[in-house]
Every structure is written in structure tokens, then in C-alpha cells.
């Protein structure tokens, strides 16, 4: 079963029904086992098909939202509607002895407090109390023990950017089958030290993130049927379990479990100021200063990570780029879904005369629209994003402008992970100096771990908006900022009795 989602809460729009719903989702049977080979479910497969005299059952599941994660809260219709179609289709197919579901952990729904713990309980109530239940999880989830409350198993990837999914989804299927013949007696132990942090900062590929995974990458390799799960946490969705969290799972031992889970988190306390304060971001301004610097120096190609639009639609860095005539730039994205309807209307072709206002207006984090002069580069269908949303079904269109830069516009927020992403819109990325994109981390696969881009530089509007790394300034109503490190006085780990 699969039903994920990364809830920013802060944003204005509701994610719906009709946003999960597209050509390839929902998704059944087969359909649903072969929708992300490289990724959770892939991994999961693969290892259960493995074993001999395992059946495989793909339930009724949607996939990503349209939108990603640049969508706000669920609305109750939408998770109500898809988890009565699953548990419907769960009930009509079984018995079941073991269920595997593909989550995120960072699901928010409105007037649901805790969505994943509900949906396993809802299949727990099918499958009953012999069966077993496995989780997967993305680090940002935000988790407590009530997910193992009703599930007995939860494996979650430990990198950012994400690289061990297909791993996590192996893990699951072995141990889960380990369990349902006898093999594996699940004991849990979770732990919760009181440190939020935005996710730009959580990159392991730097200290002391990178030491944290290296710590409980230990645990697994010198006990024995040991799994250490290391939730970073994330800290746009409104939740009253948000936060850093560390889950333990071992083989009929308790007392192990909680030895792990502990000294994970008092690890991660005793590392909590470098954890909010290793990571250097800078103002659009000052990046884009640097990136001039860069191209004179030429350590390029370059790249301006602007880590805290969450709609997509913001053009703080664009109006930067502009107004500081910074050359041979491929910005992507701008998100403006009114824009692109107005160019399908017109029929819009390559090499058209482009004199267009575009991004903005969606809320204050977006800014104001800012107009581009230029001519019209590219049309495409847009990049295909495996479960996210069927690709190549969209309009999208490049707008080249000034010295050698290139907008590309899109409908939603696209986090451009890696260079090879604009061939598929017909843009050759090594022509270019740079690139602009809206990215926290996960475009450090693409731009740094592969050895391509020569400056990396982080950077962020001078007010605070709801990608902020500031959090203080966020309006939150079920986290309780003052209970977390950096932010309440008197926080303390283990809590004073």
C-alpha cells in the first residue's frame, strides 16, 4: 500500500482529492509494485520476490500529489476518500498475513492529528492481531511511537539527499517476511530529543549530520538484527509530534532497543549546536554577488540554491539575477500555473516574442510577479517525476532573456535535483554558467555529489517566509517551539524529573 505525502502546512492552498488523482494514479496490482522500481516499493519487491512462496498484492493506492510538496494541508475528504477505497480493497483481497506500506511521515491532514499512525491502525483492524505491518519513512517525517503502536516494523532512509530508498524498501520486505515465519520477534524503542531544525540545515554530507548516520550505521553493523531509524524531522508541517526522533528495532530485545534509541539521541543533544548552526546561508543579495564572483574566478558552473520557496512561485532570486545583470543563468523553476494557461490559450511556439509578468501572487513568500522580456526558448511536457505525476503531460516553457539567461516556467513548484533534468525539456544544461533553482538538499545528488557544479551557495530572501530557517517567525498552532532547542530557555535532555 502506498499514500505519501510532505506537508507544507504553512502554505494557503489545500491538497485535494482531484490532486492525487491523475493518468497512473491511483494505482493497483501490478501497476502499483512496478510505479517506483528505484525507490521504496522497488526495493521491496525485488527482496520479497526473493523468497520463495510469497504472494504480492497491490492494493488501491494513489501516488504523489501533482504538486509535490509544494501543496498545504490534506483536506480530511481527500485522506478520508483515498483510506476507505485502500481499506476496502484490503479487506475484498485478503487475508493477509504481513502488509507493507509506503509512507513519508510527514503527512498532514486537517482534523487528522497523527495520519500514518491511522492508517495502520485501520490496517490492523483488517488484517488482525497475527499479522504483521512494515513501514517506510522519509527522514522527514515527524514520528513518535503511535505508528508502532499498531505496526510492528519501520525502516527509514538514512541520507539526504535520499539515496538509500530502494534499501529501506529490501529491508522491509526481508525482515517482514522474517516476521510473519518466525524469525523475527520485533521489539521498539523510540527516543525524542528536543531539537528542530529547517532542512536545509540536514545535509549528510557535512559534519555533524553525516556523524549522526555514521553512528547508527555502527549500531546496525555490530549488533546483530539491530535497525536504527534517524528521523531529522521537518519542521514546515504544523504537528504536535514534530521534531528529531530515533526508532530502534531488534530482535526480542527490549533492553537493547532502548539502549540504542538513548544513546542515538543523547548523541544528537550533545551535538545540537552544530546541528542548528553548521550550515552557512546566504541573502539573495550576497549570492548572487558571490555567483559573479565565481563566474570571474571560473569556478563554475555555479549553483544559487534558494532553499525557501516552498510554492515555487517566488521570484525574490529572479529579480536579484535581474536587477544585478547576472549572465548565462538557467533559472528553474518559476511556478505559475495562471502564466501557462495564458500561453497554452495562445498557442504558445518556439521562438515567440515574450513579454510576460510571471510568478508571484500565490501568497507574501511568493513576492511579486517580475516581468521577463526575451523569447520564448523551449516548449515542453514538463519533467517526468516517477509517482509524482505522469510526465510529459504538462506545458512547460523556457524564456530565454538579458545576457544568456534562461527562465523556465512551470505549473507547480519542480525541485531540479541534478543538470540532466533540462534535457528533457530541450534545454542543454553545460551551456550554461549557472543555475538558479529551488532546492533544500536533494540537488546536492546532481550538482555536488557527482562532481559537476564547482560553487555551491545556499541562499534565502532577507525576510523570513515559510521556507524560512528562521522558524521563530512561522505561525505555529500544535508545535510548541519553546519546547525545542534552539528556541525555549530552558531545554533540557534528558527532560528534569
Known amino acids: 500500500m502506498h499514500f505519501s505525502h510532505e506537508t507544507v502546512t504553512f502554505l494557503p492552498y489545500d491538497t485535494t482529492t482531484q490532486d492525487f488523482i491523475y493518468e497512473g494514479s491511483p494505482a493497483r496490482g501490478e501497476a502499483l509494485l512496478s510505479a517506483s522500481p528505484e525507490g521504496y516499493m522497488g526495493g521491496f519487491v525485488k527482496v520479497a520476490r526473493e523468497h520463495a512462496n510469497v504472494e504480492l498484492v497491490g492494493i488501491e493506492s494513489p501516488l504523489g500529489s501533482k504538486k509535490g510538496s509544494g501543496s498545504g494541508w490534506i483536506t480530511k475528504e481527500a485522506f478520508d476518500h483515498f483510506t476507505e477505497r485502500m481499506i476496502a480493497d484490503l479487506k475484498a483481497q485478503g487475508p493477509f498475513d504481513g502488509a507493507y506500506l509506503s509512507l513519508h511521515g510527514a503527512m498532514g491532514v486537517r482534523d487528522v492529528a497523527k495520519p500514518e499512525a491511522t492508517l495502520a491502525r485501520r490496517v490492523r483492524e483488517v488484517i488482525g492481531p497475527k499479522g504483521f505491518i512494515a513501514g517506510t519513512f522519509d527522514p522527514h517525517g515527524n514520528e513518535d511511537d503511535e505508528f508502532l503502536r499498531y505496526a510492528n516494523l519501520a525502516f527509514c532512509i538514512k541520507y539526504y539527499p535520499h539515496y538509500d530508498g530502494a534499501l529501506q524498501g529490501e529491508r522491509a520486505a526481508r525482515t517482514l517476511i522474517r516476521c510473519i515465519r518466525g524469525d523475527y520477534k520485533p521489539t521498539t524503542a523510540t527516543a525524542k530529543p528536543p531539537i528542530i531544525t529547517p532542512s536545509v540545515l540536514q545535509w549528510t554530507g557535512q559534519s555533524p549530520w553525516m556523524d549522526l548516520v555514521q553512528r547508527a550505521l555502527v549500531w546496525e553493523a555490530r549488533e546483530t538484527d ?12 504544523d504537528a504536535a509530534d514534530a521534531g528529531m526522533t530515533f526508532q530502534v528495532m531488534t530482535n526480542g530485545n527490549p533492553e537493547l532497543a532502548k539502549h540504542v534509541a538513548d544513546d542515538m539521541a543523547q548523541t544528537a543533544w550533545r551535538l545540537r549546536d552544530e546541528l542548528v548552526h553548521g550550515t552557512k546561508v546566504h541573502r539573495h543579495k550576497e549570492g548572487v554577488a558571490l555567483a559573479k564572483e565565481a563566474i570571474q574566478k571560473g569556478s563554475v558552473p555555479y549553483v544559487l540554491a534558494d532553499h525557501s520557496d516552498r510554492t515555487g512561485a517566488a521570484t525574490w532570486l529572479l529579480k536579484e539575477i535581474i536587477d544585478q545583470k547576472l549572465s548565462g543563468c538557467l533559472i528553474g523553476t518559476i511556478a505559475d500555473e495562471d502564466a501557462i494557461n495564458a500561453l497554452r490559450k495562445k498557442g504558445v511556439k518556439v521562438g515567440d516574442d515574450f513579454d ?11 513576492g511579486k510577479p517580475v516581468r521577463v522580456v526575451g523569447k520564448v526558448h523551449t516548449v515542453s511536457g514538463g519533467l517526468s517525476r516517477g509517482s509524482s505525476q505522469a510526465g510529459g503531460s504538462q506545458l ?3 524564456v530565454k532573456f538579458g545576457d544568456g539567461n534562461v527562465v523556465v516556467i512551470s505549473p507547480y513548484l519542480s525541485q531540479i535535483v541534478q543538470p540532466q533534468s533540462f534535457t528533457q525539456l530541450g534545454i542543454d544544461p553545460n551551456t550554461f554558467k549557472g543555475f538558479a533553482i529551488k532546492s533544500r538538499v536533494h540537488f546536492r545528488r546532481g550538482f555536488y555529489d557527482s562532481g559537476y557544479a564547482k560553487t555551491i551557495l545556499l541562499v534565502e530572501p532577507d525576510d523570513p517566509f515559510v521556507g524560512t530557517v528562521r522558524l521563530e517567525a512561522l505561525n505555529y498552532k500544535y508545535l510548541k517551539l519553546d519546547k525545542f532547542y534552539p528556541y525555549g530557555k530552558n531545554v533540557t535532555y534528558p527532560p528534569k524529573t
Request: charged share 10%; aromatic share 26%; net charge negative.
Open 356 to 366: 510576460m509578468e510571471i510568478g508571484g501572487k500565490l501568497d507574501v513568500s511568493a
Open 396 to 398: 512547460w516553457v523556457s
Open 226 to 237: 539491530v535497525y536504527v531509524s534517524f528521523y531529522y524531522g521537518f519542521a514546515f508541517m
